[in-house]
């Protein structure tokens, strides 16, 4: 007798598992582009590096703790699950946002070249992104000294 295998539905609205994943990875990457968004919105460009390391700092600190670390760890499995599902790459791939802004605007406004800005903006906020992922799994805080030299190297 061969056997069949079972399909259960995924949900009520979703008819397959990889249907609710994209449902799921469209919902968080809106939550945090709408949070990254009212983030510059209220964010004056910073003034010097350590007005945008106080900005990052405190950022960083939403991400590792209450909502903002539950929807950083939902937001990186999803990241391993794109590995088998390519699909869901795109739909991870980060999108411009007022907060992406203010970091580009202000390694502008320190004289950094618009195309270099945006590259290094790309840079740091990928070495940020990378920093609250080692916390999250290997515990502990982000020391102001990281994130300083995060600033520094994106001004040279």
């Known amino acids: 007798m061969s056997r069949l295998p079972v399909r259960t539905p995924t949900s009520a609205y979703y008819r397959t598992r990889q249907a609710l994943l994209a449902a799921l990875v469209r919902r968080l990457v809106a939550l945090d582009q709408a949070e990254l968004q009212a983030i510059g919105e209220r964010t004056p460009v910073p003034r010097d590096a350590e007005e945008l390391a106080a900005g990052i700092a ?3 600190e939403h991400r590792l703790t209450g909502d903002g670390r539950r929807r950083s760890l939902a937001r990186y499995a999803c ?3 794109s590995v ?3 699909e869901l790459r795109e739909i991870l791939v980060p999108r411009q946002n007022a907060g992406r802004q203010v970091v ?3 390694l502008t406004a320190q004289g950094v070249a618009d195309e270099d800005a945006k ?8 070495c940020v992104d990378g920093l609250v992922f080692d916390r999250l799994v290997n515990g502990g805080s982000v020391s ?6 995060l600033v520094a ?3 040279r």
């Open 104 to 106: 580009r605007d202000f």
């Open 144 to 149: 102001s000294q990281e994130i300083r030299g």
């Open 79 to 81: 990241a391993l699950e």
């Open 153 to 155: 190297a994106a001004l």
């Open 58 to 60: 405190a950022f960083i």
């Open 119 to 126: 590259d290094r903006t790309i840079t740091l906020l990928t």
């Open 84 to 86: 088998h599902h390519p």
